[in-house]
C-alpha cells in the first residue's frame, strides 16, 4: 500500500500497468488497491500542481496562523471544523508553536484575502489573533519544483 501511495504522490496519472511493473503485482491487484483505498477514505481525492506564473490568474493565496481559544469538550475540532467551511479556506491543520491553526486561503485578490480575515476570520469569537502571509513566488509544491532560474551572480561577503 505505501508504494502505491509513493508512486500515485509522484505522479497519480501514472498508469497503473506502469505501477504494477515498477511494484512487480498485477494492474488487477494496483487496481484493486487503489479502489479499496478510495473507499475505505486513505486516498480522498486527486489534485493537479499547477504552475500559477503560466496559469492566466490574478487570485492570491495567503497563509494565515490562527490563534484560538480551544472549547470546552471540544477543543480546537469544532473551531477549525467551522473555518475549514469557508469556500475560501483551502487547507487548514491543527500546528504546534505560537500558533494553532494553519489555514492556507485562496481569494481574489489581496482585498479580498484582508476582507476574509478581518470580517469573517477575526469575527469568531474564539479567535484570539492572526498572522497572514501572501504566497509571492514558488519554488515547490508537493514535491514538484516549479521552473525557476537561480542565479549565477554571487552575493558579495563582507566582513
Given at each position: 500500500?505505501?508504494?502505491?501511495?509513493?508512486?500515485?504522490?509522484?505522479?497519480?496519472?501514472?498508469?497503473?500497468?506502469?505501477?504494477?511493473?515498477?511494484?512487480?503485482?498485477?494492474?488487477?491487484?494496483?487496481?484493486e488497491s487503489i479502489s479499496r483505498m478510495e473507499r475505505e477514505g486513505v486516498i480522498l481525492g486527486y489534485q493537479p500542481v499547477i504552475n500559477r506564473?503560466?496559469?492566466?490568474?490574478?487570485?492570491?493565496?495567503?497563509?494565515?496562523?490562527?490563534?484560538?481559544?480551544?472549547?470546552?469538550?471540544?477543543?480546537?475540532?469544532?473551531?477549525?471544523?467551522?473555518?475549514?467551511?469557508?469556500?475560501?479556506?483551502?487547507?487548514?491543520?491543527?500546528?504546534?508553536?505560537?500558533?494553532?491553526?494553519?489555514?492556507?486561503?485562496?481569494?481574489?485578490?489581496?482585498?479580498a484575502a484582508a476582507a476574509f480575515v478581518a470580517e469573517r476570520l477575526s469575527t469568531i469569537d474564539a479567535v484570539q489573533a492572526t498572522a497572514t502571509h501572501f504566497r509571492l513566488k514558488t519554488y515547490k509544491e508537493n514535491g514538484t519544483f516549479h521552473s525557476f532560474e537561480p542565479s549565477s551572480e554571487r552575493l558579495s561577503v563582507t566582513p
Amino acid at each position: 500500500m505505501q508504494a502505491i501511495i509513493e508512486l500515485l504522490q509522484k505522479n497519480a496519472l501514472m498508469p497503473r500497468d506502469e505501477m504494477a511493473r515498477l511494484l512487480n503485482l498485477t494492474t488487477a491487484d494496483v487496481e484493486e488497491s487503489i479502489s479499496r483505498m478510495e473507499r475505505e477514505g486513505v486516498i480522498l481525492g486527486y489534485q493537479p500542481v499547477i504552475n500559477r506564473e503560466k496559469w492566466e490568474t490574478h487570485k492570491v493565496t495567503a497563509v494565515i496562523e490562527v490563534k484560538i481559544t480551544p472549547e470546552r469538550d471540544g477543543g480546537f475540532d469544532r473551531i477549525a471544523a467551522r473555518i475549514a467551511r469557508f469556500p475560501e479556506v483551502q487547507s487548514c491543520y491543527l500546528v504546534s508553536g505560537g500558533y494553532d491553526l494553519l489555514i492556507i486561503v485562496e481569494a481574489a485578490d489581496l482585498r479580498a484575502a484582508a476582507a476574509f480575515v478581518a470580517e469573517r476570520l477575526s469575527t469568531i469569537d474564539a479567535v484570539q489573533a492572526t498572522a497572514t502571509h501572501f504566497r509571492l513566488k514558488t519554488y515547490k509544491e508537493n514535491g514538484t519544483f516549479h521552473s525557476f532560474e537561480p542565479s549565477s551572480e554571487r552575493l558579495s561577503v563582507t566582513p
